[in-house]
């Protein structure tokens, strides 16, 4: 079983940078579709990003796209999103997901970090 | 605005029979598997059906799933209190080329 816990969430000012990172514990993330999924507050699940094994299967959603970039080091079985040019609209909790078919399958889930853009 | 749409509540009482719809194109349920999610007030979302009407183990048998054509359906037998969460269906879109989700819909058990 895979457990998942996201790390370096906050508080940013609009235009702002953050990191969040994903940590596996239990299995490899080497054969699983990792996403980011957000959630602002009181609201439903938006998904974010995805990213298999290489760096050459990677997707974001049409409201991120040019702003944030995911990313995964296999050998610390972490996934990261990095995200720039922060609005106000991007506060949310996020988390990452994890999966083995390549399409809308969330099986594994982290506990979720707070990210808050603010003045 | 969701591209697949779900009514935003549902009720039932303990024992009854409940049906949550996901509506959507071509291009997201028909063409692809659909999953469904429960979450719970509190902690993440937690898969409940996946590829349309697979049920990984441990959820109840209560819970079925099933999709014709642009839309899907999740139904809960059985109703009982601890049922009652927000409920989410998701999809590949081919054209997007990414995923996405119904709004969710609020199960209430009276």
């Known amino acids: 079983e895979v457990q998942l816990v996201e790390s370096g969430g906050g508080l940013v000012q609009p235009g702002g940078s953050l990191r969040v990172s994903c940590k596996a514990s239990g299995s490899s993330l080497t054969s699983y579709w990792m996403h980011w999924v957000r959630q602002a507050p009181g609201k439903g699940l938006v998904w974010v990003s995805r990213i298999y094994t290489n760096e050459n299967n990677i997707n974001y959603a049409d409201s991120v796209k040019g702003r944030f970039t995911v990313s995964r080091d296999n050998a610390k079985n972490t996934v990261y999103l990095q995200m720039s040019s922060l609005r106000a609209e991007d506060t949310a909790v996020y988390y990452c997901?994890?999966?083995?078919?390549?399409?809308?399958?969330?099986?594994?889930w982290g506990q979720g970090i707070l990210v808050t853009v603010s003045s | 605005q969701s591209v697949l749409t779900q009514p935003p509540s549902a009720s039932g009482t303990p024992g009854q029979r409940v049906t949550i719809s996901c509506s959507g194109s071509t291009s997201n349920i028909e063409n692809n598997f659909v999953y469904w999610y429960q979450q719970l007030p509190g902690p993440a979302p937690k898969l409940l059906i996946y590829r349309n009407n697979q049920r990984p183990s441990g959820v109840p048998d209560r819970f079925s799933g099933s999709k014709s054509g642009t839309s899907a359906s999740l139904a809960i037998s059985g109703l009982r209190s601890e049922d009652e969460a927000d409920y989410y269906c998701?999809?590949?879109?081919?054209?997007?080329?990414?995923?996405?989700f119904g709004g969710g819909t609020k199960l209430t058990v009276l």
């Open positions: 997901a994890a999966g083995k078919d390549s399409g809308a399958v969330f099986a594994y």
């Open positions: 998701a999809a590949w879109d081919d054209s997007l080329s990414g995923v996405v």
